[in-house]
């Protein structure tokens, strides 16, 4: 079941802040954030696992509800080299670890 | 840490064709991962190797797409007889052991085109 994200583009002016949420209709073990610049591959950016950790480096931070299997992205004091789509990938509770099924991602795009 | 690459970059190739496209993971990774992206959606997995072990392929993958890991090292996807749907961005990603997470690092991908 492929994980729905929220909102499927934002745009902000440099400075601003950003959610970018990621929810699942079954159980998760694990949520995956990448992002993509055009024409390029997938970027890792962090993962969370179960047991509702928060996660972040530099002005990205992460959280993951396991009871609602929500996991939302944050993005704080956008700078012009945050654009790109972003997109969760979600691990099924059983903890396969291998296979992750992406949303179709949100687009970000920040101006100066 | 040389990165996940792939091999070629870009592939045009006619319908009925017959393609071959190349991964080599990061050194020390043991997992290795094909997904396939079209234009506005997300990478889709296709199949999953441990060492040269292939334990998992898409049900959306048909018989004529096959993929290889000799010696747990670099690996294959062939699509064969390719038809104008096959045309999609082909991405290798690989991870290591460490345990509990298994980070994907993603190649910069193959895009196929087919005419």
């Known amino acids: 079941q492929q994980p729905v994200q929220s909102p499927q583009a934002v745009i902000l002016r440099e400075g601003e802040d950003a959610v970018i949420n990621c929810s699942s209709s079954k159980a998760l073990y694990s949520v995956h954030w990448y992002r993509q610049k055009h024409g390029e591959a997938p970027v890792f950016l962090m993962i969370?696992?179960?047991?509702?950790e928060q996660k972040g480096h530099d002005k990205i931070s992460a959280s993951f509800n396991e009871k609602k299997q929500q996991s939302s992205l944050y993005l704080t004091a956008s700078q012009l080299s945050y654009s790109g789509t972003y997109f969760c990938g979600t691990e099924g509770s059983g903890g396969s670890n291998y296979k992750l099924t992406f949303g179709k991602g949100t687009l970000l795009t920040v101006n100066p | 840490d040389t990165g996940v690459s792939q091999d070629p970059r870009h592939k045009i190739t006619k319908r009925g064709q017959n393609v071959t496209f190349r991964c080599d993971p990061i050194?020390?990774?043991?997992?290795l991962y094909w997904y396939r992206q079209t234009l506005g959606q997300g990478p889709e997995f296709l199949t999953y190797?441990?060492?040269?072990?292939?334990?998992?392929k898409s049900r959306l993958l048909s018989d004529r797409f096959s993929a290889e890991r000799p010696k747990g090292s670099f690996s294959t996807l062939e699509i064969q007889r390719t038809e104008q749907g096959d045309s999609a961005m082909y991405l290798c990603?690989?991870?290591?052991?460490?345990?509990?997470?298994?980070?994907?690092?993603f190649g910069p991908g193959t895009r196929l085109t087919v005419t």
């Open positions: 050194s020390e990774h043991n997992r």
């Open positions: 190797f441990q060492n040269e072990a292939q334990l998992e």
């Open positions: 990603a690989s991870s290591g052991k460490r345990f509990p997470t298994y980070e994907q690092y």
């Open positions: 969370l696992l179960k047991g509702g």
